[in-house]
C-alpha cells in the first residue's frame, strides 16, 4: 500500500471517471441483453420503436460486439486503475480507445434503420470519444509525474 499522499485531483477524475464509464457499462448491458423499456426510452425521440432498436444491436457482427466490450470494460477498469493510482491505466485506456474507434465507427456507418437525423448520436459520440481521449491523456500524464506506479 502506498504511503505517500496522492494529489487530490486522482481521486476527482477518478471517481467521476468511474460514474461516467459505469453509466457506459450499464448502457453495454441493457444494450445487450435487449432490455425493451431501456432502449424505449433511448429511441423514442427518434420515433423508432424498441424492437427496432433491439433487433438492430443483435445484428453486430461479433467482432463488432468484442470492439464495443473491449471499449466499455476497460474504460471501466482503467478508472478503478487510476483510483488505484496503477500505471496500467494508461494503456488499458489506450486499448479501450482502440474498442471504441472500431465500434463506432462500424455503428456510425451503420445507423439504426429508419434514423433520419443522425446529428444527436454524432455528437454524443464525440463528447464521449473526448472525454476518453481526456482520461487517457490525464493517465499518461500521472505516470509521467509518477501519480501512477
Same mark, same amino acid.
Given at each position: 500500500m502506498?504511503?505517500?499522499?496522492? !494529489?487530490?485531483?486522482?481521486?476527482?477524475? %477518478?471517481?467521476?471517471a468511474?460514474?461516467? &464509464?459505469a453509466? %457506459?457499462?450499464?448502457d453495454?448491458i441493457?444494450?445487450? +441483453?435487449?432490455n425493451? =423499456?431501456?432502449m424505449e426510452?433511448?429511441?423514442? !425521440?427518434?420515433g423508432?420503436?424498441a424492437?427496432?432498436?433491439?433487433?438492430y444491436?443483435s445484428?453486430?457482427p461479433?467482432w463488432?460486439?468484442?470492439?464495443? =466490450?473491449?471499449?466499455?470494460?476497460?474504460?471501466?477498469?482503467g478508472?478503478? @486503475?487510476?483510483? @488505484?493510482?496503477?500505471?496500467?491505466?494508461?494503456p488499458?485506456?489506450?486499448?479501450? @480507445?482502440?474498442?471504441?474507434?472500431?465500434?463506432? =465507427?462500424w455503428?456510425?456507418?451503420? !445507423?439504426? !434503420? %429508419?434514423? &433520419?437525423? +443522425? &446529428?444527436? &448520436? +454524432? /455528437?454524443?459520440?464525440?463528447v /464521449?470519444?473526448?472525454?476518453?481521449?481526456? @482520461? +487517457?491523456?490525464?493517465?499518461?500524464?500521472?505516470?509521467?509525474?509518477?501519480?501512477?506506479r
Open positions: 502506498r504511503t505517500d499522499k496522492a !494529489p487530490w485531483h486522482i481521486w476527482v477524475v %477518478g471517481v467521476l468511474l460514474l461516467f &464509464t453509466f %457506459g457499462a450499464y453495454y441493457m444494450s445487450q +441483453t435487449g425493451l =423499456a431501456y426510452a433511448a429511441v423514442e !425521440p427518434y423508432i420503436p424492437e427496432v432498436a433491439v433487433a444491436f445484428s453486430f461479433v463488432v460486439d468484442v470492439a464495443w =466490450a473491449i471499449g466499455v470494460w476497460l474504460a471501466v477498469a478508472s478503478v @486503475l487510476i483510483l @488505484l493510482r496503477n500505471r496500467f491505466a494508461y488499458v485506456f489506450v486499448v479501450s @480507445l482502440a474498442g471504441m474507434a472500431v465500434s463506432n =465507427a455503428a456510425m456507418s451503420n !445507423p439504426v !434503420p %429508419g434514423m &433520419t437525423d +443522425t &446529428t444527436a &448520436t +454524432t /455528437v454524443a459520440v464525440a /464521449v470519444v473526448a472525454i476518453m481521449i481526456s @482520461l +487517457t491523456l490525464y493517465a499518461r500524464a500521472m505516470v509521467r509525474r509518477g501519480v501512477l
